[in-house]
């Protein structure tokens, strides 16, 4: 193969440019499902911060072993990618010593790994522009394959906000639908736990490592999602600290893993603007929910003026979620005394999401009670 005979001439350090027939594989660049998969390798590629992940999967796919990674230098690798590289040196044993220690560590843990060309891999996130070589994960990864639905928004919503979210991943929870978020406060941790309280498949997209829940208040409700079937998902090392520019592009695995995405509440400089990009990018069904209409939510208000649909429940998503969406059978005989006077503060909004997890309060529509 053309781009295989290309790699062996740089290892062997010949100066080549980059062709036309590698950048034409570049575009088209698709990793052979029927090779046998080498995880140390691929997990020592997916180490590697300063690559792109279409990079990750080019340099995945133009290697046939952890010998070719060895005698890859900085500028072997810059002829390869057909770019400069900022970093000052590059080590590839360090890269593979660093992934024999995790391999390690996943197996200690219990964290299980997946990569592109297997055939386990989410079907919807494969067929995206960039999706990650590897993914990680905790749980249930046949939830990522059901019909799902991001919904995502603000970390700072106001109330209306935190009750339509809450309120849509219980109906989508009902339905059987999965809902896609980023464990993130405020519009994310509503609509997981909504789903989680009905019992439903939730999927929460990380920007760390999948053994680094951020923040750490939603370590229980990420502990709800896992014992309802549902699963933790992360393309980033174990061990990944929380990074800001780490979140932006995990979003592009939220959108990619729906065939729908629903903001929510977004301000103007929201990160859910850039899961709506990617939405978009993607081909995928974009919405914006009514409540995201109110004043200091101009991301939203923006993407509906652009032409996104506005929503006020899952009904309008589809009709087919409507049949007996608003029958409330026995919500009544769970629902005791109302509770008055909420904390709406981050840390309030913590502690009743601890207290729901527990089972000792319940919500129906936007209103908390104590559970009989």
């Known amino acids: 193969m053309i781009c295989m005979i290309f790699t062996e001439n740089i290892i062997q350090g010949v100066n080549l440019k980059v062709s036309g027939a590698l950048k034409a594989y570049k575009r088209e660049m698709k990793l052979v499902t029927g090779k046998e998969t080498n995880r140390t390798l691929l997990l020592a590629i997916n180490r590697i911060s300063f690559l792109r992940p279409r990079e990750r999967l080019l340099l995945a796919d133009m290697l046939s072993g952890e010998g070719d990674f060895l005698r890859i230098s900085k500028k072997t690798l810059e002829e390869m990618l057909?770019?400069?590289?900022?970093?000052?040196?590059?080590?590839?044993?360090?890269?593979?010593?660093e992934a024999l220690r995790e391999e390690k560590y996943l197996t200690n843990r219990n964290i299980l790994c997946t990569f592109y060309n297997n055939a386990d891999y989410p079907r919807f996130l494969a067929s995206i522009y960039d999706p990650p070589l590897v993914l990680y994960y905790r749980g249930n990864l046949d939830s990522c394959d059901f019909d799902a639905i991001a919904v995502v928004g603000t970390r700072r919503p106001d109330r209306n906000g935190i009750r339509a979210s809450f309120e849509l991943g219980m109906e989508l929870g009902n339905r059987g639908i999965t809902v896609v978020s980023g464990?993130?406060?405020g519009i994310d941790s509503q609509a997981h736990l909504g789903c989680v309280s009905t019992g439903g498949r939730a999927v929460a997209v990380l920007g760390t490592g999948v053994d680094y829940i951020y923040p750490a208040s939603n370590r229980n409700l990420a502990t709800a999602i896992l014992d309802k079937g549902g699963a933790i998902v992360s393309e980033y090392p174990t061990g990944t600290p929380p990074a800001r520019y780490n979140f932006p592009a995990r979003n592009r695995i939220i959108s990619g893993l729906a065939g729908t995405t629903?903001?929510?509440?977004?301000?103007?400089?929201?990160?859910?603007?850039?899961?709506?990009?990617?939405a978009l990018d993607q081909g995928r069904d974009?919405?914006?929910?009514?409540?995201?209409?109110?004043?200091?939510f101009e991301g939203t208000i923006k993407l509906c003026?652009?032409?996104?649909?506005?929503?006020?429940n899952a009904c309008d998503l589809s009709t087919s979620l409507c049949n007996g969406l608003w029958e409330d059978e026995d919500y009544g005989k769970e629902a005791g005394m109302k509770i008055e006077n909420t904390d709406e503060t981050p840390e309030g909004m913590a502690k009743y999401i601890e207290m729901e997890l527990e089972q000792k309060i319940i919500r129906r529509h936007g209103e908390m009670y104590w559970r009989t």
Do not use: M, N, W
Not at 262 to 278: C, R
Not at 286 to 296: A, C, D, T
Not at 305 to 312: F, L
């Open 82 to 97: 057909g770019r400069r590289l900022k970093t000052a040196f590059f080590e590839a044993d360090s890269y593979l010593t």
């Open 183 to 185: 464990l993130a406060r």
């Open 262 to 278: 629903v903001i929510v509440q977004a301000p103007k400089k929201s990160g859910a603007l850039f899961t709506a990009d990617y």
């Open 286 to 296: 974009l919405f914006v929910h009514e409540v995201g209409l109110s004043e200091g």
């Open 305 to 312: 003026a652009d032409g996104a649909k506005v929503i006020r």
